[in-house]
Every structure is written in structure tokens, then in C-alpha cells.
């Protein structure tokens, strides 16, 4: 069976700051795909990133940046310089090949304040 | 580009009555997806199509609910009847390709509220 672990549930930080958003997986597949979505406050989850087991390459995407490690299996999410507009639940998901099925983590509720 | 639709975006109804919701994929679109977000129980997958054909639904969590997918533009969840419970938000997902594990995307979902 597949579970994801999103240990912070809240997490507050001031404007510019960078903070780290953590995720453990557990899975018996060899071969399985990680994902990370935002849901901002207005209710919509947005698609962020995905990461397939056999790439541990670390990806940066503007302040956006994720550390692949398969021998902790974890996948954790870095804000830099973080910005107000960046508030909101970040969910990490886990999905095995050849099927579809989204296991999300409970979410990491970000809040930037000014 | 379109993103995918759903409706209605907000419905209030007594327990009992008979709730539909619908979804129209992103076009090209060839497997769609049902889930239910709730405080308790956060993001659950309650079922998946692949060309219209139901592939997954244990998720689904009785009877009282069902799904079908009867074109490639079109599908709905159906609650008959509706319970208190079953207030969440139910967001519909389509992906484009379900071998090469295509992120899906999601509908901006239903709040539904059973009193």
C-alpha cells in the first residue's frame, strides 16, 4: 500500500523568508510518480511538479525548488524568497506506474504574512 | 485552453434529495477522475475512468453513490439518497494519457453542503 506523510501540518512564516515543505512516502513499487499541488485559498488545486522514481535530479523552477531523495523517500518542496501569493494548502501525492490512482499526504497549510 | 468544468460550483440541499454533479474533461482528455476532499479524511480518489470505461471504484464509498461516463466530454456523480456526511468538496481531474502517467488536472470542485 502506498501512504504520504506530510509531518507539518501549518506553517507560518514572514515574507521573504525561504521555508521547506517535507514529504516521506512509503511504497512497495519500484517504479512510482510523485507529485506536488497547490490549493490556494480559493479552492482550486493547481499541478506543480512531477517527479518519476528513476529521476533523483534535483528540478528548480523560478523560487520553486524540489529534493528528490529516494533513500529516505523523501521529496520535499523549498519556497524562496518566499511571497505573500504563495499562501495556501501545498499537497504532496504519490501514484504507482501503470495506475492512476492519486494518494495525496493531508497537506501543508502555508501562510506568508507581510 | 479550456481547464476542466464542473457544476454546479455550490449546492445546498436537505438530506435525502438526490444530488447530481457534473464534469466536462479537458478535451483530448482520455481519463477522468472523481474525489472527495473533507476535513477529516483529506483528498480521496472515489473513482477513475479510462475511455470512458470505469476502471478503479473502490472508492466509492456505498451504494448510495455512483458514477457514469457516458461520452468523452461528459460525466457524472450521483448521490441518491444524500446524507449530512456527504458534505464535502468533490473535485473533478483529467489526465491526457494514463500509461505515461500525464499529470491530471483538476476542476475548481463542488461544495456541497447536506442538511
Known amino acids: 500500500a502506498q501512504k504520504v506523510t506530510q509531518a507539518q501540518t501549518e506553517i507560518s512564516v514572514v515574507e521573504k523568508e525561504d521555508v521547506t515543505l517535507d514529504c516521506v512516502y512509503e511504497t512497495r513499487d519500484t517504479t512510482y510518480y510523485l507529485f506536488w499541488y497547490k490549493q490556494p485559498p480559493s479552492g482550486e488545486l493547481v499541478f506543480l511538479i512531477r517527479?518519476?522514481?528513476?529521476?533523483?535530479q534535483n528540478e528548480i523552477s523560478g523560487r520553486y525548488s524540489w529534493n528528490f531523495q529516494k533513500s529516505t523517500s523523501s521529496f520535499n518542496f523549498t519556497i524562496t524568497a518566499s511571497q505573500v501569493v504563495d499562501s495556501a494548502v501545498y499537497f504532496c501525492a504519490l501514484t504507482p506506474e501503470g495506475a492512476q490512482k492519486l494518494v495525496f499526504g493531508q497537506g501543508t497549510r502555508l501562510t506568508i504574512n507581510p | 485552453d479550456a481547464g476542466v468544468i464542473q457544476s454546479p460550483r455550490h449546492e445546498v440541499t436537505e438530506m435525502g434529495q438526490e444530488v447530481t454533479l457534473r464534469c466536462k474533461p479537458i478535451s483530448g482528455h482520455n481519463s477522468l477522475f472523481w474525489y472527495r476532499q473533507t476535513m477529516m479524511r483529506g483528498l480521496e480518489l472515489l473513482i477513475y475512468?479510462?475511455?470512458?470505461?470505469?476502471?478503479?471504484d473502490s472508492g466509492m464509498p456505498e451504494d448510495r453513490f455512483s458514477a457514469k461516463m457516458p461520452n468523452a466530454s461528459f460525466s457524472t456523480l450521483k448521490i441518491q439518497p444524500s446524507e449530512p456526511r456527504d458534505s464535502a468538496v468533490y473535485f473533478c481531474?483529467?489526465?491526457?494519457?494514463?500509461?505515461?502517467?500525464?499529470?491530471?488536472?483538476f476542476g475548481d470542485g463542488t461544495r456541497l453542503s447536506i442538511l
Open positions: 517527479r518519476n522514481s528513476f529521476d533523483e
Open positions: 481531474a483529467s489526465s491526457r494519457d494514463v500509461q505515461s502517467l500525464q499529470p491530471q488536472h
Open positions: 475512468f479510462n475511455n470512458n470505461v470505469p476502471i478503479d
